[in-house]
């Protein structure tokens, strides 16, 4: 297969067969085969090798995982009958067989599948969201915690606008509300979500991650102009799905939005934040609602949305001048580079007769010696630094991708380890990552080892919901190479503690910010009554 088109593999859910028959799909359910329709119409036309596969179970993805030769895995499964969450665990199992994944990462999908999880971390963040409780299965509405009305009832962990209509805005607590509670209960068997209502304009920002950068695209708004008085202004189920209901004929959707300067600025900067805030990757969406004073709150985060025709990301990527097949393909390429494989764009390619990129991949047991003896031929640690870095490496040999330690090495010409670093989230913290190892053999420096080693790892890190990496070395005049690299790359000493690792050895600390700013939307225009 050729290196620069890496071959793809298409999973999707399909219905399934149990017990009681044929598994009955809903439309929301049946919307993923036109998108996987689309992604394998679009990969043809960019010459990359690919199959589609459908099943009903997270069981059934590991025997295929295992089976596939594919490099990377276009992750179209948002849910599975049995378990709808079981479908975050997908990215971690592609991860696990050694394979990138379009789209988010699982820790993003399990939070973002529930939006109480969801706005615990907006607010967490200080971003505007509605207020909100939940009530548990069989409980009612607590009236000493709820918010000031009205309120929007909602599942709190479905998608799609499933369990969303006219009945679930009520305007203030009461038999309206109770039976609204009860049935979410009853129908979806699981807590609902009772959040303050905003009434006011409802807005979609759609963000992109590619060529190494993070875009907010042309912001929509979804209007309801034609609705009669006193129908509830919201993108229900039969808006996002049912043609022939009101509803989807008469919300269209306007982009970009008719927004002041300031308002696109914060709407932009808030999308932004929330991406980083539920750590996501790939591809996403954020609803916003305008409050009475015009200032946006945060309603979702939809990671991984609907990338359908008529839906709401598809629009966004028009608007911005970027076709459908470019979108699969950096989504390929971007998947391809964080799982350590090659740059995320051609254009991050080097030019012909420049310094080749390194090969990055998982430590595995055969590196193991290579690595503890160029570690200690290095000449800048002690025996028992070296021993820290065996049970580091040994740790991350045994327990793999799901363990605390990331392991990678770089190879050389003959495939061997030349280079490793190993990372792995702070204990106590949110989204701090130490990087806790990076050696290059003495043979292969100044081949540009140690600097993709690091960007591999900060990629990973911010993948994994990362946002700041750590890293601490020695402030003896034998590590000034090594701290001038960690500047070169774009760390800045954070703190330096005197006398640390010995009398008049000191510990030097560098961070990173891993996250990258948002960029400007493309202006463009349009008109349509489409799927969100």
């Not at 805030?277 to 949305?305: H, K, M, Q, W």
Request: net charge positive; glycine share 10%; charged share 25%.
């Amino acid at each position: 297969m050729k290196h620069d088109r890496p071959a793809v593999l298409i999973l999707h859910r399909a219905p399934s067969e149990g017990a009681g028959g044929p598994e009955v799909w809903r439309e929301s359910d049946a919307g993923v085969l036109e998108e996987a329709k689309n992604v394998a119409a679009a990969l043809a036309r960019r010459g990359f090798a690919h199959r589609t596969v459908g099943m009903g179970r997270l069981a059934d993805v590991p025997g295929i995982l295992a089976a596939a030769p594919e490099e990377v895995i276009f992750n179209l499964v948002e849910s599975f009958a049995s378990c709808p969450s079981d479908a975050g665990a997908v990215p971690s199992l592609a991860r696990a067989f050694g394979k990138g994944c379009t789209g988010a990462g699982s820790p993003c999908l399990v939070v973002a599948q529930d939006k109480w999880q969801t706005k615990a971390l907006l607010r967490a963040a200080g971003l505007p969201c509605p207020a909100a409780v939940v009530v548990p299965v069989g409980e009612k509405a607590p009236a000493g915690r709820l918010p000031v009305g009205p309120y929007i009832v909602k599942p709190v962990s479905l998608d799609a606008s499933e369990g969303i209509d006219a009945s679930s805005v009520v305007p203030q607590a009461g038999r309206a509300l109770a039976r609204a509670v009860a049935r979410v209960h009853r129908e979806f068997g699981q807590p609902a979500l009772v959040e303050q209502y905003i009434a006011g304009r409802e807005l979609n920002a759609s963000v992109l991650a590619r060529g190494g950068r993070v875009d907010v695209l042309p912001i929509a708004e979804i209007r309801f102009s034609s609705f009669p008085p006193g129908k509830p202004h919201i993108v229900d189920y039969a808006a996002k799905w049912l043609p022939e209901s009101f509803e989807y004929r008469h919300t269209p959707r306007v982009i970009p939005a008719c927004l002041t300067a300031g308002q696109t600025r914060t709407v932009q900067r808030l999308a932004r934040a929330a991406w980083d805030a539920v750590g996501c990757s790939g591809y996403a969406r954020v609803d916003f609602r305008l409050d009475a004073r015009g200032r946006p709150t945060i309603l979702e985060v939809n990671a991984n949305p609907d990338t359908g025709d008529d839906a709401g990301f598809a629009a966004a990527l028009e608007a911005a001048g970027i076709s459908f097949e470019e979108f699969v393909e950096s989504a390929v390429r971007d998947a391809y580079a964080r799982a350590g494989r090659r740059p995320a764009s051609r254009a991050a390619r080097k030019p012909k007769g420049s310094r080749p990129v390194p090969r990055i991949r998982w430590a595995e047991p055969r590196d193991r010696e290579g690595v503890l003896a160029f570690v200690a031929q290095s000449g800048f640690f002690r025996a028992d630094e070296v021993a820290v870095a065996q049970e580091l490496l040994d740790d991350a040999l045994a327990k793999g991708p799901g363990g605390h330690y990331q392991s990678f090495v770089a190879e050389n010409d003959a495939g061997a380890a030349a280079g490793w670093v190993c990372f792995g989230p702070t204990p106590c913290t949110i989204g701090t990552f130490d990087i806790y190892w990076i050696v290059v053999a003495p043979g292969a420096q100044r081949r540009g080892l140690g600097a993709a080693l690091m960007t591999l790892a900060e990629g990973r890190i911010a993948d994994g919901g990362g946002r700041l990496a750590v890293v601490e070395t020695s402030g003896r005049p034998i590590y000034d190479p090594t701290r001038q690299f960690y500047l070169k790359i774009g760390y800045r000493e954070a703190a330096r503690i005197a006398d640390f690792y010995s009398v008049g050895d000191p510990k030097v600390v560098y961070t990173k910010c891993v996250w990258r700013p948002c960029h400007s939307a493309i202006p463009g225009f349009s008109v349509n009554r489409k799927r969100w």
